[in-house]
């Protein structure tokens, strides 16, 4: 078991998300719905973290999974 996320990418993932609805973010950076969860992080000590959107609008999901604002990109990014 791992608790280090594997970057998924260098750069944020841009989401329409709708209010009220709830996503799954994938914290470990395994899955293959990136940036949501599908379930890979089984092989690892890391968990998806819940977001429930508060308005409709887009919001930029972290891709390198290294975030301090997570599950919301921060430009951690640019430092990796």
Do not use: W
């Not at 609805?21 to 969860?37: E, T, W």
Request: glycine share 6%; with cysteine; aromatic share 10%.
């Amino acid at each position: 078991m791992t608790d280090v996320p594997k970057i998924a990418q260098k750069a944020p993932f841009r989401v329409e998300v709708e209010e009220g609805k709830s996503y799954f973010y994938c914290a470990c950076g395994l899955s293959a719905n990136q940036p949501f969860c599908d379930g890979s992080h089984k092989e690892t000590d890391i968990t998806p973290t819940k977001y429930t959107a508060v308005q409709s609008k887009p919001v930029f999901f972290c891709g390198c999974k290294h975030s301090s604002n997570a599950p919301l990109c921060d430009g951690s990014h640019s430092k990796l």
